[in-house]
């Protein structure tokens, strides 16, 4: 542990979070030194700057043959993600990058597609919600080096990343171990804040300035992609996602964009040792968008939130010479290396279900003979449709042959008077034993299809029924009363 404490003591004239945040991006001291890069293509045709700075080029003692890591090495490896128009050259990660392989890592900076001096290569841009190249990073380099264990680093809009990150991938990640400096956390609330002071204006202008910067580097692609006139117009961070990155990212609003990047919801589902700073006088972030609850109650994570600190300042000792944060995030990874809580993957097996969920296939319930309750199938077995196909062919037949007795019926001679009574009495006999048999068939034949259809029906025709057969009771009762010896005397 250090023996300044953990403790965060701001410099006493940077106390002001305006003058941290401005003296970091104008003298942010950091120190000096070179960059190994590695160029890492995507398999939507993108380019990313991978800028390694290995422990053994701090130390100057040659570990590696060549400077390349073998395989099978174990030292640790610090993947950082910058903040917003930020790259590996930025002062505050120059500093972090320096301190942590000074302490035994290696480290590398995943600039975001087209900074870092690496053109727009496809028509694919990195945005607040865009997983998907830490994702490839760090798989690759779990591939690479599998015995190394993996931490991420994240700030600013990169802290929100790397948290969105680390829920949508639960347990199954190849990260030991997270830290997050400044996250913006719901990005909704952060665009309502920093336009709402004068002050918070003037850090929302800046920030737009350098996005359309970052444009005019990349200018044919957002020109066809992209509002172009409203980027050069854009007078706020919201102007630019409206004109830009909404559009390259196909998102109808900009709040859309803005809820749908947002880390916030994914904090229950981290599964990795993590560890978030964000100073509660942060001129561009603000506390009110920080999910204090959630935070509490997820156990892999620690909330630090010092007084101080400004925006990914943090300024420590009477000349301002070190960050703090980069101190407690070196602290950290110290501390998690070597006790069990680093987090392992689990890989989790695609779910296969073992049975085929009959209630998916219809909506009723069927009542077996037995007494057991089961979802009821909407498609018949092939036992069902058999007997159904032989009960109509059979039900044809005896249909054809009554049609041809009929038809003899007819053509024989007219009776005579004599005969009528006694004939129209067999025929209403008949009549009225083929009506019951054929209602009798058609209820065979539902019954079959379904048994227990015919207690449905029952219970239909008895509730829609029984308002008009109550009303015939009444009336037919309430005449009976009306005649009886006691209501006349009743009435006398």
């Avoid at 390694?52 to 043959?65: E, I, N, P, Q, T």
């Avoid at 025929?427 to 058609?442: E, F, G, P, Q, V």
Wanted: aromatic letters at 10%.
């Amino acid at each position: 542990m250090d023996p300044k404490g953990p403790r965060y003591l701001v410099t006493p004239w940077l106390a002001s979070p305006h003058i941290q945040t401005a003296f970091m991006n104008f003298f942010g001291r950091p120190p000096v030194f070179s960059y190994r890069r590695q160029i890492f293509r995507t398999s939507d045709g993108g380019t990313l700057a991978l800028d390694w700075l290995l422990s053994s080029d701090v130390s100057g003692v040659a570990v590696y043959v060549e400077n390349v890591i073998p395989k099978h090495d174990a030292t640790p490896i610090v993947v950082v993600i910058p903040g917003l128009t930020s790259d590996s050259e930025s002062a505050y990660l120059k500093h972090l990058a320096y301190n942590t392989a000074k302490r035994g890592r290696n480290v590398v900076v995943c600039n975001h597609r087209g900074l870092g001096g690496v053109s727009i290569t496809s028509d694919c841009f990195y945005n607040a919600a865009w997983t998907e190249d830490i994702r490839v990073i760090v798989k690759h380099l779990h591939c690479e080096y599998p015995d190394a264990p993996l931490f991420i680093v994240g700030t600013s809009i990169g802290a929100n990343v790397v948290v969105k990150y680390l829920g949508e991938e639960g347990e199954d990640i190849a990260i030991a171990g997270a830290v997050v400096i400044c996250s913006p956390w719901d990005l909704l609330i952060g665009s309502r804040y920093i336009g709402r002071k004068f002050i918070q204006k003037f850090y929302d202008r800046a920030l737009a300035v350098g996005l359309q910067g970052y444009a005019q580097l990349h200018e044919p692609r957002y020109s066809r992609l992209a509002n172009w006139e409203g980027i050069l117009k854009a007078r706020s961070i919201r102007d630019f996602d409206n004109h830009a990155t909404r559009i390259v990212g196909k998102y109808e609003t900009v709040d859309t964009y803005y809820r749908h990047s947002s880390s916030t919801p994914y904090v229950v589902n981290v599964a990795v040792p993590l560890l978030c700073i964000s100073a509660l006088d942060d001129p561009v972030c603000t506390t009110e968008a920080i999910p204090w609850d959630e935070c509490r109650v997820n156990r892999n994570i620690v909330l630090a939130t010092p007084q101080h600190g400004g925006h990914l300042a943090f300024f420590e000792g009477i000349t301002a010479s070190s960050l703090w944060w980069v101190r407690a995030v070196n602290e950290y990874f110290d501390v998690l290396h070597m006790s069990p809580y680093m987090h392992k993957q689990k890989k989790i097996p695609a779910h296969v279900p073992t049975l085929e969920s009959l209630i998916d296939q219809g909506p009723f319930v069927s009542l077996a003979v037995d007494g057991m309750v089961a979802a009821a199938s909407n498609e018949p077995s092939k036992a069902e449709v058999d007997e159904d196909f032989t009960n109509l062919d059979k039900q044809t037949i005896d249909m054809s042959e009554q049609d041809e007795q009929e038809k003899d019926y007819v053509s024989k001679d007219v009776p005579s008077v004599s005969q009528i009574p006694e004939q129209v009495s067999n025929t209403s006999a008949d009549t009225l034993r083929n009506a019951t048999s054929l209602i009798k068939r058609r209820l065979d034949q539902l019954s079959r299809h379904s048994r227990k259809s015919m207690w449905l029906l029952t219970y239909v025709a008895i509730a829609t029924s029984w308002p008009l057969v109550g009303s015939a009771l009444f009336f037919f009762f309430k005449r009976k009363i009306k005649k009886s010896p006691l209501s006349i005397l009743q009435k006398r």
